[in-house]
């Protein structure tokens, strides 16, 4: 009987120290930012149009772009984002850039950086890019953006798109990764 009832305190102890351990790890739930198809169609606050030719001063260079981009003469740049100007850069915030053809006004792609949250990928800072190239099917007026490719798409979309990131790296120290600001 003796032995029994010891089991039980025992039991009830273990229990008890089980629900303890539940509820003393009071870590906060971190919600993780998750790209969507909804939270990329609501980064439309524009806030640089008609970008044109190379005022940043980026695409002549052959050491990070391989060569010069003769291309970028011949494009039009809007810039949009989820935040409004002066907004500070945190996880969750996107910005957009869309290109179009400067003589027929086609968009030609749109590109994407997301900010996501501590420890998504320390090499970037933590930064997502992607970038779609301009689709007929899509319905620009329901996506502006264009349509989210898969996370497994990790030639358009993901941390080792290598041009876009060897790019933006050379304003992380002094713009957060960026070249315009909003
Ligand atoms: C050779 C340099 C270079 C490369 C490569 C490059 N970008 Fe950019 N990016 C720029 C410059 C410069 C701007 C400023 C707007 C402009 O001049 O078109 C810009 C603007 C942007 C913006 C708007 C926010 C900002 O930084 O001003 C986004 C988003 C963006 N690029 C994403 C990408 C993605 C995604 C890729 C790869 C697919 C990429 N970029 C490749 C130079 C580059």
Known sequence: MIIREAQQI???????????????????????????QESLDAATISYQTGITGDPFSAFSDEQIFGSTDPAIESKTRNLYSNGQAGAPVVPGSIFVRRAYNKNTNVLINTVVMVKHEEGFNEPTK??????????????????????LPDLIQTDIRGVTLNKCVNCHKTKADTNNWLFSTR
């Open 10 to 36: 025992k039991m009830a102890v273990c229990l008890l120290s089980f629900v303890a351990l539940i509820s003393c790890n009071d870590e906060p739930e971190t919600q993780s930012f998750i790209l969507s």
């Open 126 to 147: 933590d930064w997502e890019f992607v970038n779609m190239a301009y689709d007929p099917t899509v319905d620009y007026s329901l996506h502006p953006n264009g349509i």
